[in-house]
């Protein structure tokens, strides 16, 4: 069971990114502008992951993440963000979780 863990995160993962396009899509359809379905949606998500912010995450990553982009480019960074599917990628080859033919 352990190992369809990824698969079953990555299945759930992809079904909320679907739901949320087709609540999206239904919502536009009704005349809702696209500006205030992303508030709305970032509200949302706010709720929901600001508990879980206050108690359990200690995390100094988004603060160097800015000192990152103070010293060199926003552009840099977001560059650097399309990378992290290949790095994920390579770190599967290394510990086996993909094996490459």
């Known amino acids: 069971m352990d190992k369809f863990l990824p698969f079953i995160g ?3 993962a992809i079904m909320a990114q679907t739901g949320s396009m087709i609540l999206n899509k239904a919502a536009m ?4 502008n696209e ?9 949302l998500s706010a ?12 995390c100094s990553s988004q603060i160097f ?3 990152g982009i103070a010293y060199s480019s926003p552009t840099l960074a ?5 990378l992290v599917p290949a790095f994920t990628f390579i770190l599967a080859i290394i510990f ?3 094996l490459h033919d």
């Open 29 to 32: 359809s009704k005349g809702t």
């Open 65 to 67: 993440g800015n000192i």
């Open 10 to 12: 990555m299945v759930v």
């Open 78 to 82: 977001t560059a650097m963000l399309n």
């Open 47 to 58: 709720l929901i992951l600001l508990p879980y912010i206050l108690i359990f995450h200690r």
């Open 35 to 43: 500006y205030i379905i992303v508030v709305y949606a970032n509200a």
């Open 96 to 98: 086996r979780y993909r």
